[in-house]
């Protein structure tokens, strides 16, 4: 199944277990639009409601760059007070939204992943590189800083002098790079890249999924993210199983005072 909502730009497609979310305005090296980023919300709630998506691949349908950021002329034309007020925000919600996915997420990243585009894989919680992959956040050199949680996710990855090192520099680091400082968790021939990804999919997916969603949450919490939402969805879960929660739904329903058993 395949389909784009109303934003060609943006395609979410489900095989079995695997959803994917394409990246595909290849003439403009995939740069963030708002609508882009409006459409990546609205594909990450779509994959959310298919039962059989255990793991979500982001990729690109250029092979000359997995995502260049955000479109600068789009970016300019709100203003200080719109970068402020809409850009910056629509930025966050929608990578937030990339990861908090229920289900783990894996970054195919080839060619340029710069500024927002690296924001977005660092959103992933997986990332596989081909070997014509660089990777930067160059916001320093155009007069900007990272708006869309570059400096937070990046430093809780890498360690903040590395972090401040491609942030400051505004350079560009390559994949033998990107894979010694832990920026990405595997490096591929360019060719290799489609199909690794998808092998390492296929292999959590082979997992029990409660299991791996839970695992998934528990370990985003251990590194500051979502850790709210941990432990009150774990608690819920965990509450929901007992017979005190469906004693409680019944007496709701029934209009009576609920029996409790503490168990």
Same mark, same amino acid.
């Given at each position: 199944?395949?389909?784009?909502? %109303?934003?060609? +730009?943006?395609?979410?497609?489900?095989? %079995?277990?695997?959803?994917?979310?394409?990246?595909?305005?290849?003439?403009?090296?995939?740069?963030?639009? $708002?609508?882009?980023?409006?459409?990546?919300?609205?594909?990450?709630?779509?994959?959310?409601?298919?039962?059989?998506?255990?793991?979500?691949?982001? $990729?690109?349908?250029?092979?000359?760059?997995?995502?260049? *950021? &955000?479109?600068?002329? /789009?970016?300019?034309?709100? %203003?200080?007070?719109?970068?402020?007020?809409?850009?910056?925000?629509? %930025?966050?919600?929608?990578?937030?939204?990339?990861?908090?996915? =229920?289900?783990?997420?894996?970054?195919?990243?080839?060619?340029? $992943?710069? *500024?927002?585009?690296? +924001?977005?894989?660092?959103?992933?919680?997986?990332?596989?590189?081909? +070997?014509?992959?660089?990777?930067?956040?160059?916001?320093?050199?155009?007069?900007?800083?990272?708006?869309? /949680?570059?400096?937070?996710?990046?430093?809780?990855?890498?360690? &903040?002098? =590395?972090?401040?090192?491609?942030?400051?520099?505004?350079?560009?680091?390559?994949?033998?790079?990107?894979?010694?400082?832990?920026?990405?968790? +595997?490096?591929?021939?360019?060719?290799?890249?489609?199909? =690794?990804?998808?092998?390492?999919?296929?292999?959590? &997916?082979?997992?029990?999924?409660?299991?791996?969603?839970?695992?998934?949450?528990?370990?985003?919490?251990?590194?500051?993210?979502?850790?709210?939402? $941990?432990?009150?969805?774990?608690?819920? *879960?965990?509450?929901?199983?007992?017979?005190?929660?469906?004693?409680?739904?019944?007496?709701? =329903?029934?209009?009576?005072?609920?029996?409790?058993?503490?168990?």
């Amino acid at each position: 199944m395949t389909e784009s909502g %109303g934003n060609q +730009e943006i395609l979410v497609d489900v095989a %079995g277990a695997i959803g994917r979310i394409t990246l595909n305005r290849a003439d403009k090296l995939n740069a963030f639009t $708002a609508a882009m980023l409006a459409a990546l919300e609205d594909a990450c709630a779509r994959l959310e409601d298919e039962e059989s998506v255990r793991v979500v691949i982001v $990729a690109s349908s250029s092979p000359r760059a997995f995502c260049a *950021g &955000a479109d600068i002329a /789009a970016g300019a034309a709100q %203003g200080a007070l719109g970068k402020w007020a809409r850009w910056a925000r629509a %930025g966050h919600r929608a990578f937030e939204r990339v990861a908090r996915l =229920r289900m783990p997420s894996i970054a195919a990243i080839d060619g340029v $992943a710069y *500024g927002g585009g690296l +924001e977005l894989a660092l959103a992933c919680d997986l990332r596989i590189a081909g +070997e014509g992959a660089r990777l930067a956040l160059p916001e320093v050199s155009i007069g900007t800083t990272p708006a869309w /949680a570059g400096t937070q996710r990046l430093p809780r990855l890498i360690g &903040a002098g =590395r972090a401040k090192q491609m942030i400051f520099s505004a350079r560009p680091v390559d994949a033998q790079t990107a894979l010694a400082w832990g920026l990405v968790n +595997e490096l591929v021939p360019s060719a290799q890249l489609a199909a =690794r990804a998808l092998e390492l999919a296929q292999q959590i &997916a082979g997992n029990a999924p409660v299991a791996v969603q839970a695992a998934k949450q528990l370990v985003d919490a251990a590194g500051a993210e979502g850790y709210a939402a $941990a432990l009150e969805s774990l608690a819920s *879960g965990f509450a929901a199983g007992t017979e005190d929660m469906r004693e409680g739904a019944a007496a709701f =329903r029934d209009k009576r005072k609920p029996q409790w058993r503490g168990r």
